[in-house]
């Protein structure tokens, strides 16, 4: 049966990304998500420092900036106190899994009942386009003006293989936004790790490849693209730790 | 009825029965014991216990418990401190409590286990980045520091800011009689976030940092005015004022009081609050004193500072400033008594 897509309530105000941004899209995503899952009432969101803070600008439910990279142990601190709220961590790769790798990964380790969304762009997007724990092989960031040199600065990481592999979570996955299908796969990995947490699963993560045509120095177009041609072959969409617990 | 018990012990309980539900930190010494205590005290009640993967982690997670609105703890000492200044500079331009516990010990960088006040000016001056300021309270007893858990909150709340319990390894690890105070009703702040956007707060983009200035102004003053406490004793005729908090105060104490029996004019403020500090004590100082001392438990003085500019400010005189530092531990009083003995014979310069 056809159902009519509106914009979910607590979007209500318009947010400041750059033409071309993914994040419109993911926040969008998450609301709807709450919405069919009766949650967007009982959600507070930790957000993150960067692109990500935009969320807080557009969204009229409980929110709170965390410090840079801190926000898997604020959801943490909220989580404990109010067990039956919807916490979800909204962040970029910078944030998440460089200044806050620690929390990030503690915070799976503890198998913590929260919801992390982390916007992956391959960049520090706020603060121009610096290099970032996931920024690919030979990329040019401003940091990194000759492209990225990973025998000296590392490779780029995979936290959702990361956590899937080595710890007891509920649910890892990899999404993207570069068509309607890949938004549509995404929507359900959302869904699945919102559930996660709904059930008291634990830990859920889905990772976002999200263009940064502004910082990529690209057509919104030719960003979309090379998440496709480029980005995939390294992150591969999908899910890397499936729910144990099916819903009934 | 009193019973024996260790400061940071009798101090962790007192935080269970003012209603804390939260507590998240990393083990330091000398103040590992409160979070030991309340890794299973915590869960009997009710209330959750995360021992933190650092002090960073810790803060924060404090951070999200008091944005929730429940009352949160966290403690910790030295460098264990200074991780947690992103934290509590974070909370309080959120506006939101929380009781942060700083057993000082002494040192720069990873410093020493030795008790010490190395950390007065750090956080009387509000410690992380931004301006901001916490109430500080400093007890010179454990039966102090037990009765002060609960003000804490209820000065933490009513004026949304963090408020710093400044106690020392000694006052940490020590034990004394206590009389704990009676269970309260853990509360839910009207602000504490429900999932359902019940309290409307303005989203940092939309905020007004000059308005808020003002009204941040208003606030100190406020409680410049209303929060400042302090213990004195024989300071209208006194001709040298000591100054000194925590356990050195009290050990100060003693030596104005043997110094008296010995014919010395000298009495002594003892600053419960570190900030506010207790300016209005020195209205009650003696217009002809001849000189201000300090009492200290690090290096450099650093309570001389304040002591001098609320000299300045109150009793508008030239009146010379001491500090006698005596780095760590609790200042013995034969030597306090030494040192003031060398301030009379002129060996002790003034430092203000």
Same mark, same amino acid.
């Given at each position: 049966m056809a159902v009519e897509r509106k914009v979910?309530?607590?979007?209500d105000n318009p947010m400041s990304f750059?033409?071309?941004?993914?994040h419109g899209i993911i926040i969008r995503l998450i609301c709807e998500c709450l919405e069919e899952l009766g949650q967007d009432q009982n959600i507070i969101f930790p957000i993150g420092v960067g692109? @990500? @803070?935009?969320l807080g600008g557009g969204l009229v439910t409980d929110r709170l900036h965390c410090p840079h990279g801190r926000a898997g142990a604020v959801a943490t601190g909220m989580k404990r106190v109010n067990p039956d709220n919807i916490i979800i961590t909204y962040q970029g790769d910078g944030d998440?899994?460089?200044?806050?790798i620690a929390e990030s990964i503690n915070a799976a380790y503890r198998n913590e009942n929260i919801t992390v969304i982390t916007v992956n762009?391959?960049?520090?997007?706020?603060?121009?386009g610096q290099m970032s724990?996931?920024?690919?092989?030979?990329q040019k960031t401003s940091t990194s003006?000759?492209?990225?040199?990973? @025998?000296?600065?590392g490779f780029p990481m995979r936290f959702p293989e990361l956590v899937a592999s080595q710890f007891h979570i509920a649910y890892a996955a990899r999404g993207t936004v570069s068509s309607p299908a890949h938004i549509n796969q995404l929507k359900g990995y959302i869904k699945n790790a919102i559930e996660a947490q709904m059930n008291k699963e634990g830990y859920s993560i889905v990772e976002v490849l999200s263009p940064c045509p502004i910082n990529w120095n690209l057509t919104p177009i030719k960003a979309m693209e090379r998440i496709d041609n480029e980005l995939i072959s390294y992150f591969p969409l999908g899910e890397f730790k499936q729910r144990s617990v099916k819903e009934a | 009825m009193a019973e024996m018990m260790k400061g940071n012990i009798a101090i962790a309980e007192a935080a269970v029965r003012a209603g804390v539900r939260l507590y998240a930190g990393y083990p330091i010494t000398p103040s590992s014991e409160i979070m030991e205590y309340l890794s299973w005290r915590l869960p009997e009640v009710g209330g959750a216990f995360v021992q933190a993967e650092s002090e960073l982690a810790g803060i924060n997670m404090v951070y999200g418990g008091s944005s929730c609105g429940v009352r949160v703890l966290t403690a910790s000492s030295g460098p264990g401190i200074s991780l947690k200044q992103e934290g509590i500079s974070v909370l309080s331009d959120e506006e939101l409590p929380a009781l942060v516990i700083n057993v000082v010990r002494y040192?720069?960088?990873?410093?020493?286990l030795f008790s010490s006040q190395c950390d007065y000016l750090r956080e009387t001056r509000g410690g992380g980045n931004g301006d901001y300021r916490c109430i500080v309270l400093c007890p010179s007893s454990i039966q102090e520091a037990v009765d002060m858990v609960s003000t804490a909150y209820e000065l933490g709340e009513k004026y949304r800011v963090v408020v710093v319990m400044m106690t020392e390894g000694a006052l940490g690890q020590m034990m004394e009689p206590v009389t704990l105070p009676e269970f309260q009703e853990p509360k839910r702040n009207y602000?504490? &976030? !429900?999932?359902?956007?019940?309290y409307k707060k303005i989203g940092i983009f939309d905020r007004d940092s000059k308005k808020e200035a003002v009204e941040l102004n208003k606030k100190y003053a406020e409680i410049k005015a209303n929060e400042q406490r302090w213990e004195e004793e024989g300071?209208? !005729?006194?001709d040298y004022v000591f100054v000194a908090y925590g356990v050195p105060g009290r050990s100060t104490l003693g030596a104005i009081r043997e110094l008296r029996a010995e014919g010395h004019k000298v009495g002594l403020i003892r600053p419960i609050t570190a900030w506010p500090f207790?300016?209005?004590? &020195?209205?009650?100082?003696?217009?002809?004193?001849?000189g201000i001392i300090t009492v200290e438990?690090?290096?450099?003085?650093?309570l001389v500072d304040d002591a001098a500019l609320f000299t300045k400010k109150v009793l508008r005189a030239d009146i010379p400033v001491y500090a006698l530092p005596f780095v760590y531990g609790v200042p013995p009083i034969r030597e306090i008594k030494a040192k003031f003995a060398q301030i009379l014979a002129g060996e002790i310069k003034e430092v203000y």
């Open positions: 979910p309530a607590i979007i750059c033409p071309g941004c993914g692109c @990500s @803070s935009n998440a899994y460089n200044i806050g762009n391959t960049n520090f997007g706020m603060t121009g724990v996931t920024t690919m092989e030979g003006t000759h492209g990225r040199d990973c @025998s000296i600065t | 040192g720069n960088g990873l410093g020493t602000w504490g &976030f !429900d999932g359902k956007y019940s300071i209208e !005729d006194a207790p300016e209005k004590a &020195f209205e009650h100082i003696n217009k002809n004193v001849k438990a690090n290096a450099t003085g650093q």
